[in-house]
């Protein structure tokens, strides 16, 4: 149970980042691809519909991780204190830019919030890709499985890298999202970024999957097998995005940078197992998937719940997606669900 618990964190916080991920790519771009107030207002409305259910994921991963292994979560939450609440100060900055980006009536204003949700794009995916690799480069915690660290131990050249690399394939994700759903210039736009931005994601992410298993090997243990197998493939995934990026094949090219994503999140927990939290102080401090976890009946619960509720949260954002799939145009208008699901009326042919 502990281990499928781990495993199922692993699938929950890969969900959060390929969904919130374009979320945080297309707000980064917003100065880059918005020309005028028409391409940003349709910019944000391509993942208007979808933003704040995507961070329904980052709840349920967390609330996961509290039930599932409490003293992972109470040692992270603990020591990491100054770098989540970055994250939910720049979570609560991004919704409420959404919010009142709209209602301003003022052009300075609404340049103001659109700022401040660019921001807050790149913080957010920036710290937790530092905070994620910190888990796996090790953070001082002591025998009592106490943080006995500052702030500053998050950073290191490994950590900063995995950062820069989560914001610079999730700029990717965002761009070739919007080469998906807008027409028109914009589209046009999104299209020479993302083939811009693809070779330097495949790289700086080619550079943090190497990183990643030699930090694997030297601080927690690990065999070459089987992390080499899923850094070839993220890194395989990376180079389709940039070659389907170029062929102009967006859909390809979106499920080649969503694929990246899980890949690459997948390699930091294969990493991390059987570990959830590594000790730089003493490799027998670590926490591990035994001594961090709750009870066998306290698991099975969560196995019973899981297997009701989440079948039923997943088929509803995936109608979600398919209800607002249609493209936007000038006006950035977001066609009504009711009329995209109507069956297409075939008129008559006239018989004169």
């Given at each position: ?110 340049a103001v919030w659109a700022w401040l949700n660019t921001s807050a794009a790149v913080g957010l995916p920036l710290i937790w890709g530092i905070a994620l690799s910190s888990l796996l480069q090790g953070v001082p915690v002591s025998s009592a499985q106490e943080f006995t660290g500052t702030f500053w131990d998050l ?38 970024t993302a083939a811009r931005l693809a070779l330097p994601v495949a790289l700086v992410g080619a550079g943090f999957l190497a990183w990643t298993l030699v930090v694997g090997i030297q601080k927690n243990d690990q065999d070459v097998f089987p992390g080499i197998v899923l850094a070839v493939l993220a890194a395989a ?116």
């Amino acid at each position: 149970m502990q281990t499928t618990w781990f495993w199922l964190l692993c699938a929950l916080w890969s969900l959060y980042f390929l969904t919130e991920g374009f979320d945080f790519g297309v707000g980064m771009l917003l100065p880059v691809l918005g020309r005028s107030e028409e391409d940003r207002r349709t910019m944000l409305q391509v993942i208007g519909p979808f933003w704040d259910g995507n961070e329904v994921w980052l709840i349920i991963a967390g609330a996961a991780m509290f039930a599932a292994f409490p003293v992972w979560y109470a040692t992270m939450f603990s020591g990491f204190y100054v770098a989540l609440l970055l994250v939910l100060v720049l979570l609560i900055v991004r919704v409420v830019s959404f919010e009142w980006r709209g209602k301003a009536e003022s052009p300075g204003w609404r340049a103001v919030w659109a700022w401040l949700n660019t921001s807050a794009a790149v913080g957010l995916p920036l710290i937790w890709g530092i905070a994620l690799s910190s888990l796996l480069q090790g953070v001082p915690v002591s025998s009592a499985q106490e943080f006995t660290g500052t702030f500053w131990d998050l950073f290191s050249p490994y950590t900063v890298v995995a950062g820069v690399a989560f914001v610079l394939l999730f700029a990717l994700h965002g761009a070739v999202l919007l080469t998906l759903r807008t027409t028109g210039d914009l589209h046009a736009r999104a299209m020479r970024t993302a083939a811009r931005l693809a070779l330097p994601v495949a790289l700086v992410g080619a550079g943090f999957l190497a990183w990643t298993l030699v930090v694997g090997i030297q601080k927690n243990d690990q065999d070459v097998f089987p992390g080499i197998v899923l850094a070839v493939l993220a890194a395989a995934t990376a180079v389709g995005a940039v070659v389907l990026t170029h062929r102009r094949r967006e859909g390809l090219a979106f499920a080649s940078t969503a694929a990246t994503i899980v890949l690459a999140v997948v390699l930091l927990f294969t990493e991390l197992y059987p570990r959830v939290m590594v000790s730089s102080t003493s490799s027998a401090d670590s926490l591990t998937i035994a001594n961090a976890s709750s009870g066998h009946y306290t698991l099975t619960v969560m196995s019973i719940v899981t297997i009701v509720l989440l079948p039923v949260i997943l088929l509803y954002q995936a109608w979600s997606y398919h209800v607002f799939r249609a493209r936007l145009g000038k006006s950035g208008a977001v066609a009504n669900p009711v009329d995209l699901l109507a069956p297409r009326r075939v008129e008559p042919a006239d018989d004169a």
